[in-house]
């Protein structure tokens, strides 16, 4: 079998013996820090730092490499231009052969993780009586999204799902269930009336002293461990969680209950955790309540900033539940990576447990934890997304929404489809439209949810890739219905009219880069990175199309062309999948 190359990798020993060449061996592992270039296949941007050590001239460094650089089999011409960049451009029959290895290969170029790690994922999270909002949708969705892509490379991924199923607000809580009754409770969290109902709770404790004394006596008697205050609790906690899978499986998220690991999970540690940490000296009281220091962490007046794990009632937070989740998560869970995929407001928490973690011993290398932050979902009006009326806006509205909106878009572009393909192809084309839009943007930054636009099949969405996906598809079911022969090339070459030629060399050389971007998302963990890439993929499928008869070329160029699609639709569905969207067949 051929081995796999992508560009990067087969350029890289070339590199090698330039550099050893112009300036000698101790120069043969300077990164040639390829980048995507407009003039040519690839651009090598090293000569502008190399000049500097050197003291030589940017350009003239560059030239010094161009010289060196074998051209042959794989690059077949470099060119300097500007200060010193190097253009580089890939042998046809080098693209045409990797292409091949691909096609040949059911992981497409991609190989498992050589030292396959143990990977926590902490996502999702919602909390229990309380709406899912948009923040809960985008740790969902990104989470998700991860955990599929570092499952494929072959790492055991664990999800934890930490769900926000225990403190005071269960007081009140309890005491609007027992008002409301059993039954109609469970009919309004059933249905996912959640932030009515914690609303209302919130509303009374607001406003009656009687019902606040009530909550205030339940949460005494929820932490002794009261049974019948347990009960209750217990079956506050069953109804969100129903709710959240109900969400789940219309999102199609790998979640399942079973990786529900809420905060009440680790309620028996808490205590134990806190003495160990105050006999060892490591915690200490601020004013009776207890605090680790973090190195590193201070306040407005360069005071150190404390993690506060007891607090002077005895009561433990939410930092305390952090810190014997991210323990277990190593000494239990035996993780090698933990991922926290939450919102951005919450990095100086959970830098501050990170760094606690570190300082005790518990979290070293080759261990290492990261915060998978993101940015807020804004509203057209580039303000915190909400509801006409300020309310969040209910998770199962938004799919709605989506679904409905999509449903425009499919009535209107889909002909030949009956009911049933119809309504399911809305499902994903709107499902998908959510998660690529959230998946799309640099994760960090904010974005604007902008329904209309993101269920378009043109543009930056999700079905721009499913529409080329499915035309794909399609073009294998006319071939076969027509010449009832699919026959499809195991070796890739290109033909010799020059428009195609450019196009199904641009689209193979597109293709090569699927294992460059998976292995850059698995260590950024930006998956836009994919987004982008698939969109790149699809673009170039379209140009490819429109230049090149496919069923209506000769034989043997024509099995060659399917193989095209073929790998094509290969890549765009297994991209899909990594993002947890779907690649329906028809569209
Ligand atoms: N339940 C929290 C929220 O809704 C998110 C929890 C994130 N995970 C964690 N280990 N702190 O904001």
Known sequence: MTEFHDPSEALRPLFQAALTVAFGAEFASEDPILRPSTHADLQANLAMGLAKRLKKQPRAVAEA???????????????????????????????AAAATAMLRDPRHGVPLAPAPERVVIDYSAPNVAKEMHVGHLRSTVIGDALARLLGWRGHTVIRQNHVGDWGTPFGMLIEHLLDLGEAQASSELGVGELSSFYKAARVKFDSDPAFAERARHRVVQLQGGDPETLRLWGLLVDLSRRYFSLVYDRLGVTLTP???????????????????????????????????????????????????????????GYATTDLAA?????????????????????????????????????????????????????????????????????????IDAAVE??????????QGLDEDTLLALSRDVGIGAIKFADLSSDRVKDYVFELERMVEFKGRTGGYIQYAHARIQSIFRKTQEELSELSFAEAFTLAEAPEQRAAERALLFRLLGLRE???????????????????????????????????????AQRSVR?????????????GLSLLGIQAPPRM
Request: hydrophobic content about 45%.
């Open 65 to 95: 490499i161009a010289a060196a650089l074998p051209i042959g089999d794989v690059l077949a011409a470099v060119e300097v231009a500007g200060p010193g960049f190097l253009n580089l451009t890939l042998a046809d029959a080098w693209i």
């Open 562 to 574: 399917l193989a095209m699609c073929k790998l094509t639709a290969e890549v765009l569905a297994t």
């Open 405 to 414: 909106a999509a449903e425009k878009e499919v009535r209107a572009n889909c």
């Open 517 to 555: 971007v998976i292995l850059a998302v698995e260590t950024s963990l930006q998956p836009h990175l994919l987004c982008t890439f698939l969109l790149e993929v699809a673009e170039a499928f379209s140009t490819f199309y429109n230049a090149c008869p496919v069923k209506g070329a000769e034989p």
């Open 258 to 316: 079973g990786d529900i690991k809420g905060e009440s999970f680790y309620n028996p540690a808490l205590a134990p955790l806190c003495d160990e940490l105050e006999r060892g000296g490591k915690a200490t009281l601020n004013q009776d309540a207890l605090c680790v220091f973090p190195e590193g962490f201070l306040g407005r007046n360069k005071e150190p900033l404390p993690l506060m794990i007891r607090k002077k009632d005895g009561g433990f």
């Open 326 to 398: 991210i323990r277990h998560r190593l000494d239990d869970l035996k993780a090698t990576r933990i991922l926290y995929v939450v919102g951005a407001p919450q990095e100086q928490h959970l830098a501050m447990v990170i760094a606690t973690a570190k300082q005790f011993g518990w979290l070293a290398p080759p261990a290492r934890a990261e915060h998978v932050k993101f940015g807020s979902v804004l509203g057209t009006d580039k303000r915190m997304f909400k509801t006409r009326q300020g309310d969040t806006v209910r998770l199962v509205d938004l």
